[in-house]
């Protein structure tokens, strides 16, 4: 919340009800002078054509109020449209379309819907309203219950998430708003960005389609003409939203007006590495035990600081070649591959570093009859493995291209994004045949497959080269996904976080084109040129991970939340780790532009301690004895793997042995070791379409039709956490040899009440009894009543009803989904946080094995 | 009672269950290919088993790992094949299937067919698999298997009994005899009387009554009904006499808090003409006011409205919502035994002997049984909203009561009371819905009769295991059972070797003296119950949601790849266990213990001390 609405934000007071026809404009010329250095921007904030007056009294009474249901905004941010309408959940719930009871159906919220500079806003006018019906003790915070994003409210969207906008024409005279918000196909209308399109009649409803699988849906009231004169506020949002979603360039994104200073906190210490300078290479080198490679800094390399000649290359700042070959021949051996992109070296596998692993661009298509320059790289190559001997995986012939990975995924997105309950079910009815008409999970498929192979390549100790056009789409994927299996460290958080850093910010996948950050206005065909650069190859990569997970649940210390998260961070144009093709965008920008970098991995940004922990695989082991599922090796090995610091900060980085060097030392005579990977603890998935699934929760997550309350992986995962919790609070209770806070199962298991407490205790219980809350370390805790032993009813049916531990009703998209009511959240943070505590101990006492 | 002694037994329970699923039993394992069995016996023989017939050339035409070469063994229960290895490492092929499994025997080749492997015997299973033996033309080995395997595989088409009575009698003569099962007898599971007292029956509304006891009234029900109280014996009489097979609307489960029911019947005796009985109107009319939660009353016709009405021209039909006073009548869109047969035919296409993977999704869908699941689930969530969020009384039937309604009664009884989420709960579930109120078990399965293409026979039961399975993956928790529980009742719903699931109803069972003459599947499930438990249900939550309401969408329904794909080892599904889970368990349970005793000794210490206060006082 550090982003207060404050300053930045100082239209927001002066809009009262009756100026509110001067609301936005008094915003422009607020703050005018700060944007005067990019006037383009300012360009698109001139006064819109259409009137912005909210007429409030030709609304119904009750809805008049809707001025205020104002969007917070953060420093910088600043409203360009505003109209009062009406937001549908994506479907409406089975029942209704199915079943007579149409007292089940919700009600659309009724709100005040925004497009600002960097986000799409409804505020309900409801929320003030909402606070009364039947909660009387529960006044527990929903908001526990999921995600919450400090940038973002739940109804809130940044433009950069919005792929595509329909919008509803008006249907006639009779039909309600309410319903053209229901309105099927023939009237909707896909609104193309930049043309100025004729919109004929008003705009009844606008569907918003998101990059990350959302579909809101908003409805708008049609006024009587006679009062309000013309204004049609489908028309007013639909073309600020055209006009803002769909930037040009990377400067009109609100991260560049988004002054706000960024200092690195948590980051310092944690983990995670960057890949930013030599070190990081050096140190993946030694950490490998990778000896025959060199790291090269392009500030390093006179011809690369030849303004006249540093344009004929487009190497990243740092890269790792064969130290058999000097940077001068490398770099003349380069230009003749795509994007300069001859052999980098990503990462070495055996005792001694034996095998390496990397990437490569194909030919330029101009010196493709000549495989010469292919051969002596490749050649290079060989000499650095051990034994001399070298695997090319040519990835084009094998994968699908990004294009193929961009209908994939489009043709996914409208599977998990139907507009109606009608569309749901003809969509259900033949489901896994669309599925597989998608690809989306062959593709997968064939991810795993070839990263498998290349993972088994490299266990044979031979050199593995991944070759792709320009190296640095599907090598990304396949690179990582190599890694990830032979590679217990990047199953932790910070390696994860490092290998993504590595493989495809370090090494440059074009994010900003590949995620549709921008628009580019080139003349002519320019959506062709746009589709054909758009793809969603991370997304895919993130999919493969989530298959993993599936297959592997103890390996990984992140959960599918982490994952799911990280594609949302994709479109939080405040984080610049997404935001750019390579690294001279990114430093230009931060230079020219002024844009505060600002690492995603830096999570408390984003969020609280609170949801920081659903991050956190309750699962996951910090080694394991001996092999397990289908990886294979013999014996444990005892120098297991530090917990990541990204997850929570209260315990500091323990003085434990590592397997990756500290950040800050470099010894060059540890060039000469072995490499610290442990070799026994790859995995081998399984990679049918037979054994894959589709990924529920960042797929599904908007469709509350689908979502199981009660159910789900949540549910197992909490389950987890509890067993957590209660061994966490027995050994505390141990360490301490106190025994009046027992967990609760303890009484449970041995079959005896829970005791009363001691007289001093009994009296705060009387009162405790009447208001079951009490304050731990200023937290609120809910204690529960007292376990029901005397008249447990013959059928069973009463003992959760009486206050037995009840932690049901998670939805199964949680941390996202609709949240619930009731008691759970109390006992849920506890449960939270007392296994957080286990999960991230170091020394944890699940490794003791002597307690009895 | 001391507790320390109490939470040791509650300990070791745990810990022994925490291993239960790496022996996985003989039933399910997955390929059929076993180790470490001791050569001179094969296997070991159950109670009653006899040789039969033993042959040591003979090839089995595995369709993974081609023709091996080995000795086939058939009893009077199984089928059971052993190959040579070649190498001393290798592991040996075993097939073992037991001869109820088999749907369906037949020669191939003839004296002059030529070719490898040509020459032999097919065997199609009930299971979702084919076997295949070779013989040699020379050796006349064919004709002995094959007349032994038709005669003990279908005993009842060649004047024997089935296994089970054998297995029974043998065991019941055995060294201490039934009691050696730990003392436990599965035929006592069920007492229909206190199954309806756990409801709350009797009450102010409705009545058990023993009118049917000589099945007299209708002879596929079972001798207790619970029906209103204002209902007579002479009424209900009368009222059966309207409905299809006299199978009257009697009640399968009360909530006991809002006492909304769930009865099931069969169709009306509508007719072409939509006759009228005004007793039956009449006792709709009770069941609605049993209910005081509500005035109106809720039909669930499991039919597609076009079966529906289309049974009006043999006599049946449905309740007109003009002639019935304050009900509404739903269809459900569930098709007959017939579709459902021929969806499971095209599901076994698609998985076995092995699947394309590339057409994988396609294939699926193309057999339509995920959407046939769907309709069943979508039903018992419809079914669960009624009686639980509208407190509506509902009346489940199809046409003639057995089929669908059972699926349907069963499923939302299990999603309404988590008492049959449990073992035993279960097990009163299946006993009451299915075998006491007349699922036609003999016909739908057709033990021992080789009619294979019956037009009577049909999935229907294993339908609702599948739909349990698919509630049970949604809700990981909430089930004290486990996936190997389910498929384990399936492997004996064929097997043969216990009564359970002999006999069409409860008058043929207890015209047959089943309860005495065979073994219950539950007492041999009952006797080592933890390999059937799941770690996820936990004692101390009582399993999360009270009510649960799975999401009937193809979306989120899945083919259940551990039953239908089990046979072929490359298509195994993945296992990930719950070994994670069993560890933090046995952590938390170790810790208990360790805390146990320290709390006991200092306990001890104060009460040596001053013996008048005691601190936490164990129960007593």
């Known amino acids: 919340m550090a982003t207060g609405s404050g300053n930045g934000s100082g239209g927001s007071s002066s809009g009262t009800a009756s100026t509110n026809h001067h609301h936005n404009n008094h915003h422009l010329s607020i703050d005018m002078p700060e944007h005067r250095k990019r006037n383009t921007f300012t360009s698109y904030v001139a006064p819109l054509p259409g009137d912005l007056r909210l007429n409030e009294w030709s609304l119904p009474s009750d809805q008049r109020d809707v001025h205020l249901a104002k969007p917070r905004l953060l420093l910088g941010e600043q409203i360009v449209a505003s109209a009062p309408a009406y937001m549908y959940s994506p479907i409406d719930p089975m029942e209704s379309a199915t079943s007579s009871s149409n007292l089940l159906h919700k009600e659309a919220i009724f709100g005040l819907l925004s497009v600002t500079n960097f986000k799409l806003a409804f505020v309900p006018l409801q929320m003030a309203r909402q606070a009364a019906p039947n909660s009387s003790a529960s006044a527990a915070p929903l908001s526990d219950l999921y995600q919450e994003n400090t940038y973002l409210g739940r109804n809130e969207i940044t433009l950069n998430n919005i792929?595509?906008?329909?919008?509803?024409?008006?249907?006639?005279?009779?039909?309600?708003?309410?319903?053209?918000?229901?309105?099927?196909?023939?009237?909707?209308?896909?609104?193309?960005?930049?043309?100025?399109?004729?919109?004929?009649?008003?705009?009844?409803?606008?569907?918003?389609?998101?990059?990350?699988?959302?579909?809101?849906?908003?409805?708008?009231?049609?006024?009587?003409?006679?009062?309000?004169?013309?204004?049609d506020y489908g028309k007013l949002i639909a073309s600020a939203l055209n006009r803002f979603a769909y930037p040009t360039r990377h400067d009109l994104s609100f991260a560049y007006a988004h002054r706000e200073a960024y200092y690195y906190s948590s980051l310092g210490v944690s983990g995670v590495s960057m890949y930013q300078t030599k070190n990081d290479w050096a140190r993946e080198l030694i950490r490998c035990g990778a000896s025959e490679w060199q790291v090269v800094s392009s500030a390093n390399v006179p011809l690369l600081q030849n303004p006249l000649q540093a344009g004929k290359y487009t190497v990243p700042p740092h890269f790792v070649i064969p130290k058999c070959c000097s940077i001068e021949r490398y770099l003349d051996l380069s230009r003749a591959f795509c994007d300069s992109r001859a052999a980098f070296w990503v990462y070495s596998y055996g005792s001694s570093g034996a095998a390496s692993l990397v990437r490569l661009a194909e030919l330029q298509p101009a010196a493709q009859q000549d495989t010469k320059v292919e051969n002596i790289m490749l050649e290079l190559v060989r000499k650095c493995d051990e034994r001399k001997q070298l695997k090319l995986l040519q990835l084009t012939d094998r994968l699908p291209s990004i294009q193929d990975v961009q209908r994939a995924y489009q043709k996914l997105r409208r599977l998990c994004t139907p507009e109606t309950p009608e569309k749901f079910m003809l969509q259900d009815d033949k489901y896994l045949g669309l599925l597989e008409k998608t690809n989306w999970l062959f593709y997968v498929?064939?991810?795993?497959?070839?990263?498998?192979?290349?993972?088994?390549?490299?266990?044979?100790?031979?050199?593995?080269?991944?070759?792709?056009?320009?190296?640095?789409?599907?090598?990304?994927?396949?690179?990582?996904?190599?890694?990830?299996?032979?590679?217990?460290?990047?199953?932790?958080?910070?390696?994860?976080?490092?290998?993504?850093?590595?493989?495809?910010?370090?090494?440059?996948?074009?994010?900003?084109?590949?995620?549709?950050?921008?628009?580019?206005?080139?003349?002519?065909?320019?959506d062709q040129f746009h589709d054909s650069e758009q793809s969603p190859v991370f997304l895919l990569f993130l999919d493969c991970v989530w298959q993993l997970l599936q297959q592997f649940p103890d390996e990984f210390e992140f959960t599918q939340t982490y994952l799911t998260?990280?594609?949302?961070?994709?479109?939080?144009?405040?984080?610049?780790?997404?935001?750019?093709?390579?690294?001279?965008?990114?430093?230009?920008?931060?230079?020219?532009?002024?844009?505060?970098?600002?690492?995603?991995?830096?999570?408390?940004?984003?969020?609280?301690?609170?949801?920081?922990?659903?991050?956190?695989?309750?699962?996951?082991?910090?080694?394991?004895?001996?092999?397990?599922?289908?990886?294979?090796?013999?014996?444990?090995?005892?120098?297991?793997?530090?917990?990541?610091?990204?997850?929570?900060?209260?315990?500091?980085?323990?003085?434990?042995?590592?397997?990756?060097?500290?950040?800050?030392?470099?010894?060059?005579?540890?060039?000469?070791?072995?490499?610290?990977?442990?070799?026994?603890?790859?995995?081998?998935?399984?990679?049918?379409?037979?054994?894959?699934?589709?990924?529920?929760?960042c797929y599904y997550r908007w469709l509350p039709v689908l979502d199981i309350r009660g159910g789900g992986q949540p549910q197992i995962d909490l389950f987890h956490r509890l067993l957590l919790?209660?061994?966490?609070?027995?050994?505390?209770?141990?360490?301490?040899?106190?025994?009046?806070?027992?967990?609760?199962?303890?009484?449970?298991?041995?079959?005896?009440?829970?005791?009363?407490?001691?007289?001093?205790?009994?009296?705060?219980?009387?009162?405790?009894?009447?208001?079951?809350?009490?304050?731990?370390?200023?937290?609120?805790?809910?204690?529960?009543?007292?376990?029901?032993?005397?008249?447990?009813?013959?059928?069973?049916?009463?003992?959760?009803?009486?206050?037995?531990?009840?932690?049901?009703?998670?939805?199964?998209?949680?941390?996202?989904?609709?949240?619930?009511?009731?008691?759970?959240?109390?006992?849920?943070?506890?449960?939270?946080?007392?296994?957080?505590?286990?999960?991230?101990?170091?020394?944890?006492?699940?490794?003791?094995?002597?307690?009895? | 009672m001391d507790p320390s002694l109490s939470l040791a037994d509650k300990?070791?329970?745990?810990?022994?269950?925490?291993?239960?699923?790496?022996?996985?039993?003989?039933?399910?394992?997955?390929?059929?290919?076993?180790?470490?069995?001791?050569?001179?016996?094969?296997?070991?023989?159950?109670?009653?088993?006899?040789?039969?017939?033993?042959?040591?050339d003979v090839t089995y035409v595995c369709p993974y790992r081609g023709p091996v070469f080995g000795a086939l063994t058939i009893t009077n229960y199984r089928l059971y094949f052993r190959s040579l290895p070649l190498r001393d490492q290798e592991l040996p092929v075993v097939v073992d299937v037991p001869l109820g499994v088999i749907a369906r025997v037949e020669k191939i080749g003839g004296a002059t067919s030529r070719g490898e492997n040509s020459y032999g015997i097919e065997i199609f299973c009930k299971d979702m698999r084919n076997l295949r033996f070779a013989h040699k033309q020379q050796n006349h080995s064919r004709r002995t298997v094959f007349e032994k395997l038709q005669a003990n595989a279908f005993p009842l088409s060649y004047s024997g009994r089935l296994f089970a009575f054998a297995h029974a009698a043998a065991r019941a003569t055995g060294a201490a005899g039934a009691t050696a099962a730990g003392g436990w007898d599965g035929w006592a599971v069920y007492e229909p009387l206190a199954e309806l007292r756990r409801l709350g029956v009797p009450n102010d509304m409705w009545r058990a009554t023993k009118l049917n006891e000589s099945y007299?009234?209708?002879?596929?029900?079972?001798?207790?009904?619970?029906?209103?109280?204002?209902?007579?014996?002479?009424?209900?009489?009368?009222?059966?006499?309207?409905?299809?097979?006299?199978?009257?609307?009697?009640?399968?489960?009360?909530?006991?808090?809002?006492?909304?029911?769930?009865?099931?019947?069969?169709?009306?005796?509508?007719?072409?003409?939509?006759?009228?009985?005004?007793?039956?109107?009449?006792?709709l009319s009770y069941i609605m006011e049993a209910n005081a939660q509500s005035d109106k009353l809720t039909i669930m016709d499991a039919r597609p409205s076009a079966n529906a009405i289309a049974n009006k021209a043999k006599g049946g039909g449905y309740e007109s919502e003009d002639a019935y006073k304050n009900v509404e009548i739903n269809f459900l869109d569930i098709h007959n035994i017939h579709v459902m047969r021929e969806s499971l035919r095209k599901v076994k296409e698609a998985c076995y002997p092995t699947t394309d993977d590339s057409k994988w999704q396609t294939a699926i869908d193309s057999t339509l049984w995920l959407k046939h699941i769907r309709c069943v689930l979508a039903g018992a969530v419809r079914i669960v909203d009624k009686v639980e969020t509208m407190s509506t009384s509902v009346v489940v039937h199809c046409s003639d009561g057995w089929d669908r309604t059972a699926q349907l009664t069963a499923l939302s009884m299990l999603l309404l009371d988590p008492h049959y989420r449990t073992v035993r709960g279960f097990e009163v579930l299946i006993e009451k819905e299915w075998l006491s109120f007349g699922h036609k078990f003999q016909q739908r399965i057709g033990h021992g009769d080789n009619k294979h293409s019956d037009a009577d026979r049909s999935p229907v039961f294993l339908q609702f295991i599948d739909s349990v399975w698919q509630v049970s993956q949604q809700f990981s928790n909430a089930f004290e059972f486990n996936e190997h529980f389910l498929i384990t009742i399936v492997d004996h719903l064929y097997s043969c070797r216990f009564g359970t699931f002999l006999c069409n109803t409860e008058a043929e069972r207890v015209a047959e003296d089943l309860k005495h003459k065979t073994t219950s599947l539950w007492t041999h499930i009952n006797s080592s119950l933890d390999q059937y438990l799941n770690p996820l249900f936990p004692s101390f939550t009582h399993g999360a949601e009270l009510v649960l309401r799975p999401i009937a969408s193809v979306r989120a329904v899945r083919l259940w790849k551990g039953l239908y794909c089990r046979w072929n080892p490359g298509l195994c599904a993945l296992q990930h266990g719950c070994q994670r889970t069993r560890e933090l368990l046995s952590k938390q349970d170790q810790l208990f213990k360790h805390v146990n005793e320290l709390r006991l000794k200092s306990n001890n210490r104060s009460n040596n001390m001053q013996t008048t206060t005691r601190l936490a006082s164990p129960m007593h």
């Open chain 1, 163 to 231: 792929d595509q906008i329909y919008t509803v024409a008006e249907l006639g005279r009779a039909a309600s708003a309410l319903q053209a918000a229901r309105m099927t196909s023939s009237r909707r209308k896909k609104l193309e960005p930049f043309k100025q399109q004729t919109i004929n009649g008003r705009i009844a409803a606008l569907h918003i389609v998101c990059k990350n699988f959302r579909l809101l849906k908003f409805a708008f009231q049609q006024q009587d003409s006679k009062l309000s004169g013309a204004s």
């Open chain 1, 445 to 526: 498929s064939l991810c795993l497959r070839f990263s498998s192979e290349a993972a088994a390549t490299l266990r044979s100790s031979i050199t593995c080269v991944l070759q792709e056009s320009n190296g640095r789409d599907l090598c990304c994927v396949i690179s990582s996904l190599t890694q990830l299996q032979l590679d217990p460290y990047f199953r932790s958080i910070d390696g994860f976080q490092s290998l993504i850093q590595k493989e495809w910010i370090a090494l440059e996948h074009p994010f900003q084109r590949r995620l549709g950050h921008v628009y580019p206005l080139s003349a002519g065909a320019n």
């Open chain 1, 565 to 697: 998260t990280l594609w949302d961070s994709c479109f939080m144009p405040i984080f610049d780790t997404f935001q750019f093709d390579n690294h001279a965008q990114r430093a230009r920008a931060a230079k020219d532009g002024q844009l505060v970098l600002r690492p995603v991995w830096d999570w408390s940004e984003q969020f609280s301690d609170k949801d920081k922990m659903f991050f956190s695989n309750p699962l996951y082991q910090r080694q394991r004895a001996s092999d397990m599922g289908s990886s294979g090796g013999t014996g444990g090995n005892p120098s297991g793997l530090r917990r990541s610091l990204a997850v929570g900060h209260k315990h500091a980085a323990s003085s434990a042995v590592t397997s990756t060097p500290s950040r800050y030392t470099i010894n060059p005579q540890l060039f000469a070791t072995q490499s610290t990977v442990p070799q026994d603890r790859f995995l081998m998935p399984a990679h049918r379409i037979f054994d894959l699934a589709v990924w529920d929760q």
């Open chain 1, 725 to 852: 919790s209660n061994i966490a609070k027995v050994q505390r209770c141990l360490d301490l040899q106190n025994f009046d806070e027992l967990p609760d199962a303890y009484y449970e298991a041995i079959g005896e009440a829970k005791p009363k407490r001691s007289p001093i205790a009994a009296t705060e219980e009387a009162v405790a009894d009447q208001e079951p809350i009490e304050y731990v370390d200023g937290v609120e805790r809910r204690r529960k009543s007292m376990p029901p032993p005397p008249s447990t009813p013959a059928n069973g049916l009463h003992t959760a009803v009486n206050g037995q531990l009840q932690l049901s009703s998670l939805s199964s998209f949680f941390p996202f989904g609709n949240p619930i009511a009731g008691d759970a959240p109390h006992q849920l943070y506890d449960i939270l946080s007392s296994s957080n505590e286990l999960l991230l101990e170091t020394s944890s006492i699940l490794d003791k094995s002597s307690i009895v």
């Open chain 2, 11 to 56: 300990l070791a329970s745990k810990t022994a269950s925490s291993n239960s699923l790496d022996s996985s039993s003989k039933s399910s394992s997955g390929g059929g290919i076993e180790n470490g069995v001791l050569r001179d016996t094969p296997f070991a023989y159950l109670d009653g088993e006899e040789d039969q017939d033993q042959k040591n």
């Open chain 2, 216 to 283: 007299g009234i209708c002879d596929s029900y079972p001798a207790v009904w619970a029906v209103p109280k204002a209902a007579s014996d002479d009424f209900l009489r009368r009222v059966a006499q309207f409905r299809s097979r006299c199978r009257l609307p009697v009640l399968s489960w009360m909530n006991p808090r809002t006492q909304a029911t769930i009865t099931r019947c069969s169709q009306p005796l509508v007719g072409v003409s939509g006759k009228r009985n005004a007793d039956d109107e009449t006792y």
